[in-house]
């Protein structure tokens, strides 16, 4: 086997890491295993994990129902195009998420990443009204704090408080930003807001109850029975990204179960292969689905990524959501809940400390501000912790497997490193 040097020294310099400047960047740590909620490094040491691996591995690293089904999978069929040919994997896998999700949320098309699923939906949107003799309907509101992908469509939606998405604005199709209706005063803001755009909107994006990438803000089941009205009373559709908070995060399987609300559209991705593989599913109930049904070619869904539906994530996906079926998980996420509330309690009124919250299987600690991510990142590792504060928060979004142990590893570091932040 080839040792960390001749893999890491020779690899590193042509290799170009996901959000960092390059040459300031810490040096990102070699990983040569997994297991559970542990990272093994390759000079011997171990992490606890505290973020899953950017949320994805809700069971835990290399569970082994998931892993024996993507080797029985690759044994008959690792992938074939989903062009004029099905196969039963995402077939099931279809089937399954028609019936666990709410509603008549029913028809699914398969992508490869978040972001890909988020631009099909505002596509199914968008069309929904072409189809309907509608044209002119192709903005979305979308709201502060708010984040759906890295995509050109996909950052137009989302807002990004530090400006990064400027350099693209020439590129980015404008949209209407408005503040999530929380009360009274802001549901009659947004609705003044859609009665002046209503022409020109397609529908609603929301991330349903946890703002993830821009800052692990929680909002209010009642936001989501707000939006519902408002999409009804204006004739918008209403899509939810799932991305982050579907599978169990939040302590529902789906957001939007908290609400009791179904969307139109809803997109999962990140949990849905329990960190495996790469996959992702926008689902459209039939009335989404029934305004492209037709003799006419050109009122087709024209979108078809080429590694859509590969039989290996969906085999993943599907075992994935077999560890979900007796409802463990959901139990499970109820005293890790209780486990970050413990053990994050005694990080309020530390200097600098604005907030503390739970929920779900979620923890925050918010700060004023962090001036120096990366010295906060390594502190961590060096407590032998790995947790990725963004803007200014330090959060929490382990496997769903993680046991009270750990989450107490994983809270007093964060309650050490702020500590001794704060006396230096
Ligand atoms: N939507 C939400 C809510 C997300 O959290 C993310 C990723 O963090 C995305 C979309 C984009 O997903 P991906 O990174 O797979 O493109």
Redesign the pocket.
């Known amino acids: 086997m080839l040792d960390k040097r001749d893999w890491y020294a020779t690899g590193l310099e042509h290799i170009w890491l996901p959000y960092a400047q390059m040459k300031t960047a810490p040096s990102p740590l070699p990983v040569v295993r997994t297991e559970g909620t542990r990272l093994y490094l390759s000079d011997g040491r171990e992490l606890v994990d505290g973020i899953a691996s950017?949320w994805t591995a809700c069971h835990g690293y290399n569970h082994s129902h998931i892993r024996e089904a993507v080797q029985r999978q690759l044994e008959t069929m690792p992938h074939v195009m989903f062009g004029g040919l099905v196969h039963e994997q995402p077939l099931t896998l279809a089937r399954r998420l028609a019936e666990i999700l709410p509603g008549d949320l029913s028809r699914v098309f398969f992508t490869d990443?978040?972001?890909v699923s988020?631009e099909v939906a505002m596509k199914m949107a968008i069309q929904y009204w072409l189809n309907a003799g509608q044209g002119a309907r192709s903005q979305f509101v979308c709201f502060r704090g708010g984040?759906?992908?890295?995509t050109l469509a996909?950052m137009a939606i989302s807002d990004f408080e530090t400006g990064i998405h400027q350099k693209f604005a020439s590129l980015l199709h404008s949209h209407v930003i408005a503040a999530l209706p929380e009360d009274d005063a802001t549901e009659s803001a947004l609705a003044s807001l859609l009665e002046r755009h209503a022409e020109s909107l397609a529908g609603i994006v929301v991330?349903p109850s946890v703002q993830?990438?821009g800052g692990m803000r929680f909002h209010d089941p009642e936001v989501l029975r707000r939006l519902r009205r408002l999409a009804d009373r204006f004739d918008l559709l209403l899509i939810f990204?799932e991305?982050?908070t579907g599978f169990g995060r939040t302590g529902a399987m789906f957001a939007c179960e908290s609400a009791g609300v179904t969307p139109d559209i809803v997109m999962l991705?990140k949990a849905l292969t329990g960190g495996t593989l790469p996959l992702?599913a926008t689902v459209a109930t039939s009335r989404i689905f029934d305004a492209f049904w037709s003799d006419d070619p050109m009122q087709a869904l024209m979108h078809g990524p080429t590694y859509m539906a590969n039989a290996l994530a969906c085999a993943a996906a599907n075992a994935s959501l077999d560890l979900f079926a007796d409802g463990e998980r959901l139990a499970q996420v109820e005293s890790i809940g209780r486990w970050l509330a413990e053990g994050l309690a005694s990080c309020r009124g530390l200097s600098g400390v604005t907030d503390v919250r739970v929920r779900g299987a979620i923890g925050v600690v918010e700060l004023e501000r962090i001036d120096d991510l990366n010295t906060l990142r390594r502190a961590f590792v060096e407590k032998g912790a790995f947790i990725r504060p963004i803007g200014n928060v330090i959060y929490l979004a382990p496997a769903l497997t993680i046991g009270e142990e750990d989450v107490a590893f994983l809270t007093g570091a964060i309650g050490n490193v702020l500590k001794e932040r704060a006396a230096n």
């Open positions: 950017w990443s978040g972001s988020v984040y759906h992908g890295d996909t991330e993830a990438a990204d991305i982050f991705s992702a």
